[in-house]
């Protein structure tokens, strides 16, 4: 496959061989783009490289794009490094704080004109080239945040990119990116490790009954805390907004509980903290980035055998059954797993009926 008609990205170099920067570069590769890395681990660019990644960035090769998948405190000087070798014509990064990188951009002396930072909204809990997926970024939203100082077409260029990544590219304001990933991505990575410290402490006897309850709330707390603490740096005063409002929410319930506990009064406020959640979850967007849905749930009990979940799915393409989301739950101690299979509601009695006739234990 070639790169795109008309399109100015033919060769790109990507500066760090980590998560993002590694499926970034087999994004590319998929869509016909020459791929360069580079990295100061080099055993990192060996392993991008095995996977198909691109070729070793050798000196005094010249690229269309640039993209530093670098920590946020230093893209601004990777930047002005590549700009004084003339590395590129376009640069952009993917760190996931914005504020930051401009300002010391600014403060450097860099050419803002053929940079434009970027953000794209995607990741795993696992780190390194070795994570690395080429349909990471499909459908996920990447935030641009163009200065007024950035040329037309280095804004085009990174909307090339974007779309040759399969993402969807959203122009913002830098601090208004960062209020906004405080929100949605760095507080609830805290809030996630504060509960999965929590589990550092805990007994046997509470490990054993853990569910899929609490692996759902501290999935995100086994990311590389070094990854994030840079990061969380580098937004540190929206973060810390955010946690405060979510810490007086924790000690108001945690008041009206020790109340309860003592003297049998109402814990209003924790109800009511409970349906403010419920209406946050619903504003979450739902499949294609549209409003949230909901699906009807089928649950099914299946055995701990390759190919049971292929099974699964040729039943529901037999009846015509999309299946909207998948849950796995392994049964301890026993040979079986629970499946949860989020359908249309008005396909779920459909769907339970032929799992059914299909021999399958459906609760």
Not at 285 to 296: D, I, L, N
Request: glycine fraction near 12%; proline fraction near 6%.
């Amino acid at each position: 496959m070639t790169p795109s008609p008309g399109g100015v990205i033919t060769s790109a170099a990507i500066v760090g061989t980590g998560l993002i920067g590694t499926s970034a570069a087999l994004a590319l590769r998929q869509r016909g783009v020459r791929v360069f890395l580079t990295d100061r681990d080099p055993r990192a660019v060996r392993l991008a490289r095995e996977l198909g990644a691109g070729e070793e960035w050798g000196p005094g090769e010249r690229v269309d794009l640039a993209i530093l998948a670098v920590p946020p405190q230093y893209v601004a000087h990777q930047l002005l490094d590549l700009q004084k070798t003339g590395a590129a014509r376009f640069y952009t990064d993917v760190a996931s704080v914005k504020a930051l990188p401009l300002a010391q951009a600014v403060q450097l002396g860099c050419d803002l004109s053929t940079y434009v930072a970027g953000h794209p909204l995607a990741g795993r809990e696992r780190s390194g080239p070795g994570a690395a997926r080429a349909d990471l970024f499909l459908g996920r939203p990447w935030a641009l945040c163009p200065t007024p100082a950035a040329a037309p077409e280095a804004v085009r260029a990174m909307r090339e990119l974007v779309s040759l990544c399969g993402a969807n590219a959203v122009v913002v304001d830098a601090r208004e990116h960062d209020e906004a990933v405080a929100v949605v991505s760095h507080a609830p990575h805290v809030a996630a490790s504060a509960v999965a410290a929590r589990l550092a402490e805990a007994s046997e006897t509470a490990l054993g009954l853990s569910g899929q309850g609490v692996r759902d709330v501290t999935r995100i707390a086994a990311s590389d805390p070094g990854l994030w603490t840079g990061i969380l740096s580098g937004n540190a005063g929206p973060v810390a907004a955010v946690l405060e409002a979510v810490a007086d929410d924790l000690a108001a319930a945690a008041r009206s509980l020790r109340e309860f506990a003592a003297e049998g009064t109402e814990i209003g406020s924790v109800t009511e903290l409970l349906w403010r959640g419920v209406a946050g979850t619903g504003r979450i967007p739902g499949k294609h980035g549209g409003p949230a849905r909901t699906y009807a749930v089928v649950g099914v009990v299946i055995g701990d055998r390759p190919g049971e979940l292929a099974r699964l799915f040729q039943v529901a393409e037999q009846v015509g059954v999309s299946i909207e989301d998948v849950r796995l739950e392994h049964v301890p101690g026993l040979p079986l797993g629970a499946v949860e299979l989020s359908v249309q509601p008005e396909a779920a009695g459909v769907f339970a009926a032929a799992l059914r006739e299909h021999g399958w234990q459906v609760p």
